[in-house]
Every structure is written in structure tokens, then in C-alpha cells.
T-cell receptor, first 113, second 114 residues
Framework: AQSVTQLGSHVSVSEGALVLLRCNYS??????LFWYVQYPNQGLQLLLK??????LVKGINGFEAEFKKSETSFHLTKPSAHMSDAAEYFC???????????FGKGTRLSVIA | DAGVIQSPRHEVTEMGQEVTLRCKPI?????LFWYRQTMMRGLELLIY????????DSGMPEDRFSAKMPNASFSTLKIQPSEPRDSAVYFC????????????FGQGTRLTVV
């Protein structure tokens, strides 16, 4: 079954520090991978997606993620954290155009001033 | 575009009552999904529709849950009778069918069953 694993349910960083949120997927076929962000009391918003074009994907708000097939990973990074980045982040995977996204458990990012 | 619209945003009901959650997908999208979010279980897919037809309802927890999509612009998720363990945030999402297309989420309905 398709799945993603997000390592760390909670990550805390200082403002201005590197943000690294980890996501690994299980797959025997090329996946489509997504990162979503959820701010308190809101729905999920797409940050970026990988669809087999460039392996380094740039998204909104300065986030990017790199697809590494050899590591089955799609980690999310941002060079410098802002207070406004504090939110829940979800990695998701799908394997075809007709199947729903399967989400990881989420990682809550806290940014310390 | 107004995005995916869900109503109500908040619902508080007593155990045993019927609850109906509503969703209007983005115009032109032909796939619709209902998810449930809880602290314990995260985001769970309950059911999804393609071209108004239910494709997979294996995530619906019990027969108390039912979902319909009478047309391309409206879907409902009904719980009858409701129980306290149904308390959660319910999200509706829609997308275009296609490889690598993302889902667009509504703001969610926070359901509390007392």
C-alpha cells in the first residue's frame, strides 16, 4: 500500500534557522509527492508538488523539497525560518491520476523568537 | 474562484442526533474527497467520488456514516446517529482527475458531539 512517513511529530527551530521536515515514501512505482501546510483552524494549502519533472521543487513562502529516489525521500526545507512558518505540515503521496492523496501524520513546526 | 466551500464551519450536536455536513467543490473539478482529522488518527480518507460516482467508501467508519453527491456542485456527509467519538474536523477537498494533480481543501467543519 502507498504510504508516507513523516519523521518527528514536532520540530522546533529558532527564527532564522534552517527548517528541515522529513518525509519518506513507500513505492514500487514512481510517485507524485506533495507538501501541504495547515495553519490553525484552517484547511490544508498546497506548498509544492513533485510530478517527475525537476527533482528540486520550489514552492511558496520560500520552501523547497528535493526528490531522492535512492533514499525514497522528499524532505522539505527552508533556509531561514520566520515566525509565520509556525504551522502543521503534511507530506502526501499519490500514484495515479484517479487515486486520492494519502497523507502522513503531520509535523508541527514551532518557531522560537 | 471561491475555492471549496464547506458548511457549517462549526457544529455542536447532542449524541444521537443526525448531522449533515455540506460541501461545494471548485467548479470544473470532477473528483471530490471527504477526510476526517483527529489528533489520534491524523487525516483519514472517508470516501471519494469521481464524476459524482462514489469510488471508494472503505474509509467510512460505520454504517452510521453516509455520503452523497447528487450533482457536480454539491456533496453531503451525513452521520446518523452521531456519537461523541465522531467529534473531529471534517474536510472536503476537490481536484481535477489527472496525474499529479493536487487536491484543494475547504476550511473544514469542526464537529463536536456532546
Amino acid at each position: 500500500a502507498q504510504s508516507v512517513t513523516q519523521l518527528g511529530s514536532h520540530v522546533s527551530v529558532s527564527e532564522g534557522a534552517l527548517v528541515l521536515l522529513r518525509c519518506n515514501y513507500s513505492s514500487s512505482v514512481p510517485p507524485y509527492l506533495f507538501w501541504y501546510v495547515q495553519y490553525p483552524n484552517q484547511g490544508l494549502q498546497l506548498l509544492l508538488k513533485y510530478t517527475s519533472a525537476a527533482t528540486l521543487v520550489k514552492g511558496i513562502n520560500g520552501f523547497e523539497a528535493e526528490f531522492k529516489k535512492s533514499e525514497t525521500s522528499f524532505h522539505l526545507t527552508k533556509p531561514s525560518a520566520h515566525m509565520s512558518d509556525a504551522a502543521e505540515y503534511f507530506c502526501a503521496v499519490s500514484y495515479s491520476g484517479n487515486t486520492p492523496l494519502v497523507f502522513g501524520k503531520g509535523t508541527r513546526l514551532s518557531v522560537i523568537a | 474562484d471561491a475555492g471549496v466551500i464547506q458548511s457549517p464551519r462549526h457544529e455542536v450536536t447532542e449524541m444521537g442526533q443526525e448531522v449533515t455536513l455540506r460541501c461545494k467543490p471548485i467548479s470544473g473539478h470532477n473528483s471530490l474527497f471527504w477526510y476526517r482529522q483527529t489528533m489520534m488518527r491524523g487525516l483519514e480518507l472517508l470516501i471519494y467520488f469521481n464524476n459524482n460516482v462514489p469510488i471508494d467508501d472503505s474509509g467510512m467508519p460505520e454504517d452510521r456514516f453516509s455520503a452523497k453527491m447528487p450533482n457536480a456542485s454539491f456533496s453531503t456527509l451525513k452521520i446518523q446517529p452521531s456519537e461523541p467519538r465522531d467529534s473531529a474536523v471534517y474536510f472536503c477537498a476537490s481536484s481535477l482527475t489527472g496525474r499529479g494533480t493536487e487536491a484543494f481543501f475547504g476550511q473544514g467543519t469542526r464537529l463536536t458531539v456532546v
